[in-house]
């Protein structure tokens, strides 16, 4: 199997949703794409206060509703997942990545980090 490439389009329309999700006062503490290798596809990780105090599925709907209002041609709510803060998924994302708008791959990550969640990502924004 062939792993799936993350395009141009989805990095842009990721960009359009997190200022959309500003606009709309849906807190982000941090937004990436990452790979998941188990089912070869590239998600959007958006890591909210409101998954920890509201619940996922809350956040989704809030996230779909803003998505929804940026007339996206490829991203859909399939390929976003909201994490909590409170996540030890976002606590090891923190641990290897230090600065926005890079990529970093699963060897650079494993090196500094075994067994992290986190394989290949493409980096927004980060807690300050």
């Known amino acids: 199997m062939y792993k ?3 395009v141009n389009d989805l ?9 959309a999700l500003a ?3 849906f807190p982000v503490v941090a937004a990436l794409w990452n790979y998941f290798p188990e089912s070869m596809e590239w998600r959007l990780v958006i890591v909210s206060p ?3 105090r509201d619940g996922p599925l809350r956040a989704y ?3 779909g509703r803003v998505l929804a209002t ?3 041609s490829h991203l859909t709510v399939t390929d976003i997942a909201a994490v909590g803060p409170a996540s030890q998924d976002f606590r090891n994302l923190q ?6 708008g890079r990529f970093i791959a699963g060897p650079e990550v494993n090196r500094i980090q075994p067994n992290v969640v986190f394989e290949d990502a493409y980096v927004y924004q980060l807690p300050a």
């Open 4 to 6: 799936r490439i993350l």
């Open 11 to 19: 990095l842009v329309e990721g960009q359009r949703l997190l200022e």
């Open 23 to 25: 606009r709309n006062r």
């Open 50 to 52: 409101v998954v920890d």
């Open 61 to 63: 709907r809030r996230i």
């Open 70 to 72: 940026t007339n996206p």
């Open 95 to 100: 641990a290897i990545i230090s600065s926005p």
